[in-house]
């Protein structure tokens, strides 16, 4: 152990001498006063070398215009990518046209080939696409498109293996949470989304402001029932019960909930009560209660099944904007405008943490606002929040560049994440130039003084106003998407949560990629005590003090060297405390491994050996079982 320690002191003292040496000769290259660089012969000679155009090619493209081009040098293939959505392939030099095909109808923004030459990539920004083409057998490796539009909605499926996005483009998209790839879209509905939920038997319900509230087969990939009112309405939130038999969605106008039967489709009752347009709905996770939050200021609690009128109302200062239930339905969290967080005791009906997350969920300052962000009012506000799946942490997101989680008990900020760090979104920087702010004009920013723009491809002329002079029209304008986020979600693991933002979505997960993790760690348990219980052929010993270690190496030595006929022994004798570590080995270790026929006896006897202890906790190992999917 000293002696490690010593070589860890010598190598930080050498990248410290390292680290010292490199910013000496940064700080002397830079001062322009003392050093001159002098150029080399090889910098002469290009200099002094001309360049006369040797060949010249037309494409005879028509009307479509040359958007992006990639050459392979290789294989003397050239990609030309044009406005129209279509790309040419071409050998080079005689340009001998090899394949054309159309991948968009909108303008491909990026072009590119792989090191050999067989796939080509494209990107259409305007569209979100992304296809990646293999020109030889002519197929799909990869075609993804994201929503056309900000995201509103997110939802996590019931095992957390899915998740589920609505936008303001009207399409709802199915992701696999491990993959990132969407594998289903939906069309149906010809609004904005502004809810999801997922039902307990592979379904999914979106609410629209279509006036639709819609019921989606995962299984089948369509949509089996459509719930509608009498009266046209514009729905604002949609939420089930536990066992998926009752769907709510809240109104914009009139204020009202409507509440349908689950297998008939029959509008079943309309609750009414609250006094502004209904913001949000949860329902709780133990009992038949309903909580909606709306613009009037109040939550209200009703009991659905027992055609009561709301139990409980709970008073804010404030527009309500986000519910939330604890797991164990003993709490429930508003987010109201003025950027607090309410949580309340339902059984006592009272305020037992409130939490002010105004100054942190604080963004940036916006290109029109005339004052800096922390004078400013708007967007201090919550308009999401989640409760993580213990209970002990609540989640908020809003129309800022953070998304803050909180500890509830002591209504502490445990860490806020910057969403986003690009400056084509409105909202992301703190201090903003004033000079660029004019008293009449507004923000300058947002003025096409250009006497030309480039909208998808083809030059456009600005015109001018009768009497106005310079170039440009200074009253056309082009606005910055604002930052922010609109829902956010935990996954039901409590091992990854995802945010819906105007870039898209976003997953987080825990960092469990630690290479040193040991558990109860003493003297003797050592790397060498490994070994040596190895060397006796005591395996049980020798795997349990491997993974007590913690190292990768050590416990794939020991892994590999247990003989086939001492699995089943060593996993039936293994405690339950190390299954977690043994799932999260296997996961890593399929990754790169020959050795199939290894890892599937290893998982047939632990299958069998521990079927209850896997069933009793398979919420806790959820990320570990995915990982061997």
Same mark, same amino acid.
């Given at each position: ?33 003392? #050093? ?10 290009? @200099? ?17 215009? #040359?958007?992006?081009?990639? !050459? ?38 990026? +072009? ?30 990869? &075609? ?7 995201? /509103?909605?997110?939802? !996590? ?5 899915? #998740? ?26 010809? %609004? ?15 609410? $629209? ?9 995962? @299984? ?27 769907? *709510? ?44 939050? $709306? ?12 055609? &009561? ?12 904007? %986000? ?10 969290? %508003? ?39 922390? /004078? ?7 308009? $999401?929040?989640? !409760? ?8 908020? *997101?809003? /129309?800022?560049? !953070? ?11 445990? &860490? ?22 004019? +008293? ?61 933002? #105007? ?9 469990? $990629? ?65 299954? &977690? ?27 069998? %050996? ?20």
């Amino acid at each position: 152990q000293e002696e490690k320690e010593a070589a860890e002191v010598e190598v930080e003292a050498d990248e410290r001498q390292a680290e010292e040496q490199r910013t000496a000769t940064f700080l002397t290259a830079i001062n322009a006063d003392r #050093v001159r660089l002098e150029p080399t012969e090889a910098d002469e000679a290009f @200099l002094r070398s001309t360049w006369e155009l040797s060949r010249k090619e037309f494409l005879m493209l028509g009307a479509d215009k #040359v958007s992006r081009t990639s !050459y392979h040098r290789a294989s003397g293939l050239l990609v030309v990518a044009l406005t129209s959505g279509v790309f040419r392939l071409y050998r080079m030099p005689e340009l001998q046209m090899v394949h054309e095909l159309s991948v968009s109808n909108s303008r491909i923004t990026a +072009a590119a080939l792989n090191n050999t030459g067989e796939w080509l990539a494209f990107g259409v920004a305007r569209q979100g696409q992304l296809v990646v083409w293999e020109w030889r057998s002519e197929t799909h490796v990869i &075609k993804q498109q994201g929503h056309f539009h900000s995201m /509103n909605a997110v939802a !996590y499926s019931r095992d957390g293996q899915v #998740v589920a996005t609505g936008a303001d483009d009207g399409k709802i998209k199915i992701w696999n949470a491990t993959t990132g790839f969407c594998f289903v879209t939906f069309t149906e509905h010809t %609004a904005p989304i502004t809810g999801l939920a997922f039902l307990p038997r592979n379904a999914l319900v979106s609410s $629209s402001l279509d006036g639709t509230v819609r019921c989606y087969d995962l @299984l089948r990939y369509r949509c089996f029932r459509t719930l509608t009112t009498p009266l046209p309405r514009q729905f604002t939130c949609v939420a089930t019960d536990p066992s998926g038999e009752i769907i *709510c969605a809240g109104c914009r106008d009139p204020f009202e909930i409507c509440v349908w039967n689950t297998q008939t489709g029959n509008l079943v009752d309309v609750l009414a009560g609250h006094e502004g347009p209904i913001a949000c709905l949860a329902f709780s996770p133990t009992a038949p209660v309903l909580a909606s939050g $709306s613009w009037d200021k109040t939550v209200r609690t009703w009991d659905i099944f027992e055609h &009561k009128s709301q139990t409980q109302v709970f008073r804010h200062s404030s527009d309500v904007l %986000a519910l939330a239930y604890r797991p164990d339905g003993a709490e429930l969290c %508003a987010a109201t405008l003025s950027g607090h967080l309410s949580c309340w005791n339902i059984k006592l009906g009272t305020v037992v943490h409130d939490i002010e997350g105004a100054w942190d969920i604080e963004g940036g300052r916006r290109s029109t606002d005339r004052t800096t962000a922390a /004078n400013s009012a708007a967007n201090k506000h919550f308009e $999401s929040v989640c !409760y993580t799946p213990d209970g002990t942490c609540v989640i908020g *997101c809003g /129309n800022s560049k !953070y998304v803050c989680i909180y500890e509830v008990e002591h209504t502490m900020l445990v &860490k806020r994440y910057q969403i986003s760090h690009n400056r084509a979104l409105d909202g992301v920087l703190d201090f903003l130039n004033s000079r660029n702010m004019d +008293a009449e004009a507004g923000a300058l920013d947002q003025l096409n003084v250009g006497e030309e723009s480039d909208v998808e491809g083809k030059v456009l002329e600005a015109e001018k106003l009768p009497g106005a002079r310079g170039a440009g029209d200074l009253s056309s304008r082009h606005y910055k998407p604002l930052i922010g986020a609109r829902a956010v979600c935990f996954a039901p693991t409590g091992q990854a949560w995802a945010a819906a933002t #105007v870039e898209g979505l976003l997953l987080y997960t825990l960092d469990e $990629s630690l290479t040193f993790d040991p558990l109860e760690l003493e003297l003797s348990i050592t790397s060498e005590a490994a070994l040596e219980a190895l060397a006796r052929k005591e395996w049980g010993r020798a795997l349990l003090i491997a993974l007590r270690v913690g190292e990768l190496p050590l416990i794939t030595r020991v892994f590999e060297s247990i003989p086939f006929g001492a699995h089943q022994t060593v996993i039936t004798n293994l405690p339950q405390t190390y299954l &977690k570590r043994v799932l999260r080995f296997l996961g890593a270790y399929a990754v790169h491994t020959p050795h199939l026929e290894l890892l599937a006896s290893w998982m047939v006897n632990l299958l069998t %050996a521990h079927a209850a202890a896997f069933a009793s906790h398979s919420a806790q190992m959820m990320a570990e079982f995915r990982s061997l999917h």
